[in-house]
């Protein structure tokens, strides 16, 4: 069974503080997305990273795929309260496409 | 516009009694997918489907079964409702890009509570 970790699982930081949530696995991943999920919502795809080394921004958002493509993070800079959620990464093995998703991580923000 | 949907979104049930969720999506994804979201374990898959008339376990499989005999539903049933079976459950279809990458969009989720 394919395993993805997330670390921290909870992180409560004061807005305007940089963090970092960690994405690792013993597997190596073809692809590997990150979601947000906002309470009673379905997750909603934050970007896939695809190529080992692989470094993508959105706006304050940093992802990076390890070179080994088997580990991922996220980072955020300058937090705001509309950042808090659950944060999940997935990863998808060559061959299929179907995600793996990992425990989660979930941040709250506050003002 | 172009969705997915799940229904209904809250269902208590009794123990032993079969149910069944339904998800519909209007994207003609030719994936889809269902998910079991409980506290301490993220999303777990428990069943998808790569066209009609395909389905395949995922992790946690036992004690559901889905069918696909059309591109816009797969429909998910629990044969014998067990306590155990209490979570979020979410479907999810995607669309193939780059040949080998997928973008997988959720419905809102169904809460189950079987008592």
């Known amino acids: 069974t394919q395993l993805l970790e997330q670390s921290p699982q909870f992180l409560s930081i004061q807005e305007g503080e940089n963090l970092t949530v960690y994405c690792n696995s013993s597997?190596?991943?073809?692809?590997l997305q990150w979601y947000r999920q906002e309470p009673g919502e379905g997750p909603v795809l934050l970007v896939t990273?695809?190529?080992?080394?692989e470094v993508k921004k959105l706006k304050r958002l940093t992802f990076q795929f390890g070179d080994a493509r088997k580990d991922s993070s996220l980072h955020i800079t300058a937090a705001q309260p509309g950042d808090t959620g659950l944060y999940l990464c997935?990863?998808?093995?060559?061959?299929?496409?179907?995600?793996?998703f990992g425990t989660g991580t979930r941040l709250k923000v506050l003002a | 516009d172009a969705e997915i949907t799940q229904s209904p979104r809250h269902k208590i049930t009794e123990t032993g009694r079969q149910v069944t969720l339904a998800c519909h999506q209007t994207?003609?994804?030719?994936?889809m997918f269902w998910y079991r979201q409980d506290l301490g374990h993220g999303l777990r898959l428990i069943h998808y489907?790569?066209?009609?008339?395909?389905?395949n376990k995922g992790e946690v499989s036992d004690g559901y079964s889905v069918s696909r005999s059309n591109t816009e539903d797969l429909p998910l049933t629990l044969e014998s409702a067990a306590s155990s079976q209490t979570s979020v459950y979410f479907c999810?279809?995607?669309?193939?890009?780059?040949?080998?990458?997928?973008?997988?969009?959720f419905g809102q989720g169904t809460r189950l509570t079987v008592v």
């Open positions: 999810a279809s995607s669309v193939r890009w780059q040949l080998r990458h997928t973008e997988a969009f």
């Open positions: 997935a990863g998808a093995t060559s061959g299929t496409y179907k995600y793996i």
């Open positions: 994207w003609n994804h030719n994936n």
């Open positions: 489907s790569y066209g009609v008339q395909d389905t």
């Open positions: 990273v695809v190529t080992g080394g």
């Open positions: 597997s190596v991943f073809s692809s």
